[in-house]
């Protein structure tokens, strides 16, 4: 087998590819289920799951197989024709979230911009409110929404969005002034450091948004597809939004993404108001469905609940100030430098990830087992 040189490619990627990236020191060639290996054929137990992406494990069979067949049959012809792969995806999104229809794109971030779009369709108005620590991905519509100032300040003038803190009813209620046209929340915070919020705080948000006609968006791109222990993070609290944002997850590791909306909304957009060429297209829709049916029949979102709360009451060996998550999402608090901490686990074969100092997130694959959870915790505690 042909080993590719580490070093070397370091050295070519640093001339060849825009340097917008910090990464850790690791080639990776393969993976199935939790594990990664990497160019020198050393396992990895990967509880990063390519940032929350991985649901269904590496290289899913079921996805793998759904994928060569689509492939030898139809890849791409636009939208300028019909596909079936396209409408049967949809009508299954429809029935997970209870939406009525979807706008099919590539991205997280492309589902927010769609939703901004579609915000301005439905009630003429552009302004947004959105939470502090709130990330919803880096294009220029979906920045206005990001909260961390290092993102934005450098790509002013950006469209019009007010910070809100997240998690406080008061602060949303003085934000949300008659000429917002919508609120964008996730229903659980992940790239802050994984923060949960009050029911309360997300019932009061639909509200607002009722009394106030804005619309209420909930951007569900890392919370979508079984990673907190439901389908969908809004079951935690039965909020329905006008507007849901997913990607990640949903194709098994290939990349789409869809903006979701629900009453008036899923009738705003009109005949010629956004597109894009690649979106829905037969291969990346057979592989979302395939995915769909993985976590359904290896009852993966159930799984998720039960792992997340052994992973929680594992986790509490390590004495951390604060454990925070719902399912397979999960962040800890630690008094020690994190970005040390996920260096020395990697040398130690496990893949975490720090969203802060003193924080790090764990998201796993949904089909971890509690061996692969007590070997990640043990790690962690060599490592501190
Ligand atoms: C909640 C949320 N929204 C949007 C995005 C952006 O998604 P993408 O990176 O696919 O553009 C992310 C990515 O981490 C996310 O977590």
Redesign the pocket.
């Known amino acids: 087998m042909h080993m590719t040189d580490k070093t070397d490619l370091k050295k070519r990627e640093s001339r060849a590819i825009f340097q917008t990236y910090g990464r850790q020191d690791l080639l990776l060639v393969r993976g199935r289920k939790a594990r990664v290996w990497d160019s020198e054929g050393k396992e990895y137990l990967d509880f990063v799951a390519g ?2 992406v991985n649901n269904v494990g590496h290289c899913h069979p079921t996805v793998v197989e759904a994928v060569k067949n689509q492939a030898e049959r139809l890849i791409h012809t636009s939208n300028l024709y019909y596909t079936e792969n396209q409408v049967l995806l949809a009508e299954e999104l429809k029935g997970l979230t209870g939406m009525d229809r979807a706008y099919f794109c590539n ?6 911009e769609a939703a901004i779009k579609l915000v301005r369709r439905a009630t003429g108005k552009s302004k947004i409110v959105a939470a502090e620590r ?6 220029l519509g ?1 920045l206005c929404a990001t909260y961390k100032s290092a993102y934005r300040e450098p790509f002013r003038p950006l469209l019009e969005a007010t910070f809100a803190p997240y998690n406080d009813i008061e602060a949303l209620k003085t934000a949300t002034t008659p000429d917002i046209g919508a609120v964008i929340l ?1 229903p659980v ?3 802050a450091g994984v923060y949960v919020p009050d029911v309360e705080f997300l019932r009061a948000a639909r509200e607002i948004c009722d009394d106030r006609d804005a619309l209420l968006i909930f ?5 979508g597809f079984g990673r907190t222990g439901r389908w969908f993070g809004k079951e935690h609290s039965g909020v329905m939004p006008d507007i849901m ?1 997913l ?2 997850a949903m194709a098994g590791g290939l ?1 789409i ?1 869809a903006m979701l909306a629900a009453g008036p909304a899923a009738e705003a957009f009109v005949k010629g108001d956004h597109g894009s060429t690649f979106a829905g297209g037969p291969l990346i829709c057979a592989a979302a469905l395939a995915t769909i049916r993985v976590i359904r029949d290896e009852s993966l979102v159930e799984r998720s609940e039960e792992m997340g709360a052994y992973l929680k009451s594992q986790l509490k060996k390590l004495e951390p100030q604060d454990i925070r998550g719902l399912g397979l999402m999960v962040g800890v608090d630690l008094s020690c430098d994190c970005k040390t901490l996920v260096e020395k686990a990697l040398q130690k074969g496990v893949l975490i990830n720090s969203t802060g100092e003193h924080t790090i997130r764990l998201i796993p694959p949904l089909v971890v087992g509690k061996d692969d959870i007590d070997k990640v915790v043990s790690v962690i505690a060599e490592s501190l």
């Open positions: 940032i929350a991205s997280g971030a492309e589902s927010v709130a990330f919803h991905g880096r294009t979906a996730e915070q992940g790239e951007d569900e791109v890392q919370t944002t990607a990640k990349p993404g």
